[in-house]
């Protein structure tokens, strides 16, 4: 331990060099891994606010809720078997913000349930983002698919799908908007349960029916995975470089006497104060960012993402150094000695 | 009485599909307070010599005796807990770690040897081993700002520090002017004897042989004379 700090402190521009790249890894990861995470709460966070439970579409959607339409009879068996499910819609629209403008949504419409308040005819309730558009409760609004007006009778907290707002509408004016009479998916809070002619699928498994978000979050993940793994590499290879750089000194501390686990302690030490040091800088440079990130970036890292990625690149160090510190056990004192000076 | 004590050793290396034997059957004993000097051609076998003593590399045939135990048969742990406890080593260079000061170089030897003592009394013991071999004045000092014989006296403090029964030293003068050569070889033999320890030099400069007790010639792997 003592050893291994001293020599820290006696080429601190080495472990520096090493420090400084772990960090800016490790920074890197953690804004693509907030990116991923923001992508994913400004896509979906209707869907990942549902409770755990199971979603059905018809056994020949594709596995697309948009294709699927729900047969009323098995709609109606799911609902009475199924305590609190609720069968829903969604579908795209066109809300005219005023004469100029107009913002993508997505409409949704449900049955009664416990989880959604129900919306009256003539109604709409609005994710709370649209808020910035100016808009306000008691607002005339309508959509580009009809001319009927409705009336803004409030807002809900996270409810965005497709990378659009929410609006919550009637079942009625639902029908009306989209002609359309069969609900898409039923959800219920009722583990898998196999019902013939539907297909069921959990929380994740639906969310990955999803186009968008597969293609999304595959391709974040990937980048992250791939810096957790790079970071891996870089730790075996910078030990590598500073183990061949002191086998010598490791040959004759093992003539001296020296355990192997000492050397191998050693090398864990330094690998556990320049990961630490360096996470800890760049989780909360990371926090900075998501401080002064644009609004318009969806950018969320929460403490549970930031310790959990921590923690991995500290087993991938680990591993990192252990894998480099092989070569220590193969040292030869005699040919160290024979070698010249450490 | 403490000894170590080569008997029969043979050592051979295979040498492309040739078989070469380096040391022929050598009987060698250390005894305490006495300085043995190695000696011989470049090829003799006594560099060989030293480090098979000094379990740093196997024999082919023979037996090591040391504190009535055959060290051939002892496993590598026992071996290293041998190493760092009994033995202390002196090499051509003085191999100090690079990122500790003088003091710091003699307290991991301590950890090495895993002395047990207080941290006060490492510290006195510390004291007493730079102050014979001179160097109290550069406790604090790093390796690099240390000259050449400087170097040498805490290579030869660390060998020293934890009380070790052998002490092996390969041409610790090698490095060294004459002067130097004189100064670090005289303390050798004024530790060797103080402390009571069996210490087997190998050298091939003739007049550091006035610090030792008994000279052994070497000659194509076989001891050809004992003085």
Known sequence: MILAWKEIKNNKAKFSIVGSIILLISLLTFIISGLANGLSQDNMSLIKNFPDGTFYMAEDSNNSYAQSRIDEKKQMQLLENGGDSFAFSLQMGNLKIDSNKQKNVSLMTYTDNKYYQNIDNGEIVLDHSLKKEGIKAGDQLSFRQSENSFEVAGFVDDARFNHSPVVLINQKDFNNLFRTQAFQIVFSPISNKDIDGLNAYSNSEFLNTIPSYQAEQMTLNMIVWFLIIISGMLFAIFFYMMNVQKLGMYGILKALGIRTNTLYTMIWTQMGIITVSALISSALLSQVFQSIAPTSMPYSLPLTSTIQLSILFIVVGFMGATLSGIQIKRIDPLQAIQQGEA | ?227
């Open chain 2, 1 to 227: 009485m403490s000894q170590l004590q080569l008997e029969q050793v043979r050592k051979s290396f295979m040498n492309g599909e040739v078989e070469e034997e380096v040391l022929k059957g050598v009987n060698l004993t250390l005894n305490k307070g006495e300085v043995t000097a190695l000696i011989g051609s470049s090829g003799s076998g006594k560099s060989t010599i030293l480090s098979i003593a000094a379990s740093l590399q196997p024999l082919s045939k023979g037996r090591i005796i040391f504190d009535h135990q055959n060290l051939v048969e002892l496993k590598p742990e026992q071996i290293r807990k041998i190493r760092a406890q009994q033995y202390g080593f002196v090499f051509q260079q003085s191999h100090l770690v690079p990122f500790l000061t003088v003091e710091e170089q003699l307290s991991l030897m301590l950890d090495i040897a895993e002395v047990k003592g207080s941290k006060y009394d490492k510290q006195n013991e510390i004291k007493n081993v730079l102050e014979k071999v001179e160097m109290t004045h550069r406790q604090s000092a790093y390796p690099a700002s240390l000259s050449g014989g400087e170097k040498q006296r805490i290579a030869v403090a660390r060998a020293i520090i934890h009380r070790p029964k052998v002490l092996f030293a390969d041409e610790p003068t090698a490095s060294l002017d004459s002067k130097k050569s004189n100064d670090i070889m005289q303390l050798i033999q004024e530790l060797t004897h103080s402390l009571e320890m069996m210490t087997l030099i190998v050298t091939h400069e003739e007049e550091m042989l006035e610090y030792t007790d008994r000279v052994v010639k070497m000659s194509d792997g076989e001891i050809i004379m004992v003085n």
